[in-house]
């Protein structure tokens, strides 16, 4: 009986062991925990807040990590997104680059994003050499737009503004050109001319219809 209790001990020993082993990675994969950091945190530290739509993805070459990364650089994939609700930051047009890193340890990155899926952007102004728009690092919180994911971020930021297209520049106006010829000296002054005339000639008949008077 002893035995028999000293097996199911050891046995139950080996598989904690084997749990305990096989839980380890996937604790340690991120430096960052997305759980244990609070929606509102994220928000808060967030450059901008949107949601947007992929609409297409590519690798980039290597670029430089940021500070206290593991390697001197890492690849990234930035993603085309048409824009759609800011929440915010300002985000002046529908076209955005989002630019985001592989999913590996210890960065916790959030990897390509689907093209075609909706999402909610938590992101950070770009600032690594050669990227330029916004990134994620994988902590920041950029999720599926789900329903209640959008229903927890308009909670705290409202409902948001749409995000709208610049407006077209002005069309020019384009004036025609007088190109006839300038009008001479004579033609400018005959109008005055004749209305002078015409009033002397009035002067006169009234005068001379005094005189007849008198």
Do not use: N
Not at 70 to 96: C, I, L, N, W
Request: charged content about 15%; overall charge neutral; aromatic content about 4%.
């Amino acid at each position: 009986m002893l035995a028999s209790v000293r097996r199911l001990l050891l046995a139950a020993l080996v598989v904690g062991c084997f749990v305990t082993v096989g839980a380890a990675p996937a604790q340690a994969a991120c430096s960052c925990a997305e759980a244990a950091t609070p929606l509102m945190a994220r928000l808060k530290a967030a450059d901008a807040v949107f949601t947007g739509t992929v609409t297409s993805v590519e690798r980039l070459g290597s670029v430089p990590s940021a500070p206290g990364g593991v390697g001197a650089a890492s690849r990234v994939f930035t993603q085309q997104v048409e824009a759609e609700t800011v929440y915010k930051g300002r985000v002046d047009a529908p076209a955005q680059v989002v630019t985001t890193t592989p999913q590996v340890r210890p960065t916790c990155g959030l990897g390509r994003l689907v093209s075609g899926e909706r999402y909610v952007f938590l992101v950070q102004a770009a600032g690594t050499a050669g990227a330029e728009g916004w990134s994620d690092d994988g902590c920041a919180g950029t999720r599926l737009a789900t329903d209640a994911y959008v229903a927890q971020v308009e909670e705290v930021l409202g409902s948001g503004d749409p995000v709208t297209p610049p407006p077209p520049p002005p069309a020019a106006v384009l004036t025609d050109v007088d190109t006839d010829a300038p009008t001479s000296v004579g033609r400018a002054v005959a109008p005055g001319l004749a209305l002078t005339l015409v009033g002397l000639l009035g002067l006169v008949l009234v005068l001379r219809l005094r005189s007849r008077r008198r």
